[in-house]
């Protein structure tokens, strides 16, 4: 009976020796799955760093893009004015007899005809004649 007892004790110890040996290796197992995971996880949390430096870069050169569109947005409208400005006071002086009269005199010097310079200055023939009369 002992013996029996003894041989019951032996396999029962065999099969909790397993049953341990199973336990370990499974903890092994996922002790090696856990690490996988953790640098997994830290290979994407180094990622999202990336990514978030990448767009706050991208946020910091499109505002200073904006602050510079702006500036030459600025420039370009001052700008538009002066030309206006001058345009107009162009138009003012072309308007002007003393440069019609010129432009006459000189067109006429240069060999154009009255029939040339009406065309030239949207003036009429009988001014034009009455111009280089004076002149």
């Known amino acids: 009976m002992s013996d029996i007892l003894l041989i019951l004790f032996t396999i029962s110890e065999i099969v909790l ?3 341990v040996i199973l336990f370990f290796l499974r903890l092994k197992k996922s002790e090696n799955l856990l690490s996988a995971l953790q640098v997994k ?3 994407f949390i180094k990622r999202l760093q990336f990514n978030t430096q990448l767009e706050n870069e991208l946020v910091a050169t499109f505002e200073q893009r904006q602050q510079e569109l702006v500036a030459l947005n600025n420039k370009i409208e001052d700008r538009a004015a002066e030309l206006k400005k001058l345009v107009k006071q162009a138009d003012e002086y072309c308007k ?3 440069f019609m009269r010129e432009l006459i005199i000189k067109g006429h010097r240069a060999g154009k005809s009255p029939v040339q310079l009406a ?3 949207g ?4 001014e034009i004649e009455l111009i280089l009369d004076q002149a």
């Not at 003036?123 to 009988?126: A, V």
Request: hydrophobic letters at 25%; glycine letters at 6%; proline letters at 6%.
């Open 96 to 98: 002007s007899p003393q």
């Open 119 to 121: 065309k030239t200055t």
């Open 17 to 19: 020796l397993g049953v």
């Open 41 to 43: 996880q830290e290979e």
């Open 123 to 126: 003036l009429s023939l009988e």
